[in-house]
T-cell receptor, first 112, second 111 residues
Framework: EDQVTQSPEALRLQEGESSSLNCSYT??????LFWYRQDPGKGPEFLFT???AGEEKEKERLKATLTKKESFLHITAPKPEDSATYLC?????????????FGGGTRVLVKP | DAGITQSPRYKITETGRQVTLMCHQT?????MFWYRQDLGHGLRLIYY???????DKGEVPDGYVVSRSKTENFPLTLESATRSQTSVYFC??????????FGQGTRLTVV
C-alpha cells in the first residue's frame, strides 16, 4: 500500500528563518512526486512535480528535492505570505490506476 | 471557463439521507479523484477513476458510491449519511502528462 508521511506536522518560523519540510514515501512504481500548497478554505494549489531521484525544482523561495525514499521542500528566507499548509503526494504508475496518495501535510506559520 | 468545479460549496444534511456531491471538469482529463479532508488526517482518497466507466476504491470508500458515465463528470454519493462523514470533500482531475487540479471543495455537515 502506498504511504506518505510528512514531518513536522507544524512549523513556526520567524520571517527570514530558512527551514526544510520532509516527505518520506513508499509507492509501487513512482510516476511522480508532487508538492502542493493549501490556504485555509481553498483547494490545494500545485507547486512542483519531481519524477526521479536527484531532481530539483525551484520557485521563488521554495526548492524541492527528491531521493529514492524522500523529498524535501526547502523554504529560504520565508515571508509571512508563505504561511500555508504544504502537502506532498505520490502518484503510482498506470498499473495502479495512477492513484494519487497524500501525506498529512505540514502547517507552516511565518511570523513577521 | 475551463476548470474543475464542485457543487454545492456548502451542504447541511440529516443523518440517514442520501446526498450527492457533484464534480465537473472541462479539460477531458482521464483521471478523476475524490478526497475527504479532516483535521489530523490530511487528504484521504475515497474513490478514483481512470476513465469513463472505470472506478476504483481508495483508502476510505465505505459509505460512498461513485459513477462516471461521462469523462467530465464524477459524482460522489453518500447513500445514508452519517455524522462521521462530516468533512470537506475535494475533487481533482489530471491526465497522464499533467499535475492534478483541484476543485474549491464542498463543506458537508451531517446533523
Amino acid at each position: 500500500e502506498d504511504q506518505v508521511t510528512q514531518s513536522p506536522e507544524a512549523l513556526r518560523l520567524q520571517e527570514g528563518e530558512s527551514s526544510s519540510l520532509n516527505c518520506s514515501y513508499t509507492v509501487s512504481g513512482l510516476r511522480g512526486l508532487f508538492w502542493y500548497r493549501q490556504d485555509p478554505g481553498k483547494g490545494p494549489e500545485f507547486l512542483f512535480t519531481l519524477y526521479s531521484a536527484g531532481e530539483e525544482k525551484e520557485k521563488e523561495r521554495l526548492k524541492a528535492t527528491l531521493t529514492k525514499k524522500e523529498s524535501f521542500l526547502h523554504i529560504t528566507a520565508p515571508k509571512p505570505e508563505d504561511s500555508a499548509t504544504y502537502l506532498c503526494a505520490v502518484q503510482a504508475g498506470e498499473a495502479a490506476g495512477n492513484k494519487l496518495t497524500f501525506g498529512g501535510g505540514t502547517r507552516v506559520l511565518v511570523k513577521p | 471557463d475551463a476548470g474543475i468545479t464542485q457543487s454545492p460549496r456548502y451542504k447541511i444534511t440529516e443523518t440517514g439521507r442520501q446526498v450527492t456531491l457533484m464534480c465537473h471538469q472541462t479539460w477531458s482529463h482521464s483521471y478523476m479523484f475524490w478526497y475527504r479532508q479532516d483535521l489530523g488526517h490530511g487528504l484521504r482518497l475515497i474513490y478514483y477513476s481512470a476513465a469513463a466507466d472505470i472506478t476504483d476504491k481508495g483508502e476510505v470508500p465505505d459509505g460512498y458510491v461513485v459513477s462516471r458515465s461521462k469523462t467530465e463528470n464524477f459524482p460522489l454519493t453518500l447513500e445514508s449519511a452519517t455524522r462521521s462523514q462530516t468533512s470537506v470533500y475535494f475533487c481533482a482531475s489530471c491526465s497522464l502528462n499533467t499535475e492534478a487540479f483541484f476543485g474549491q471543495g464542498t463543506r458537508l455537515t451531517v446533523v
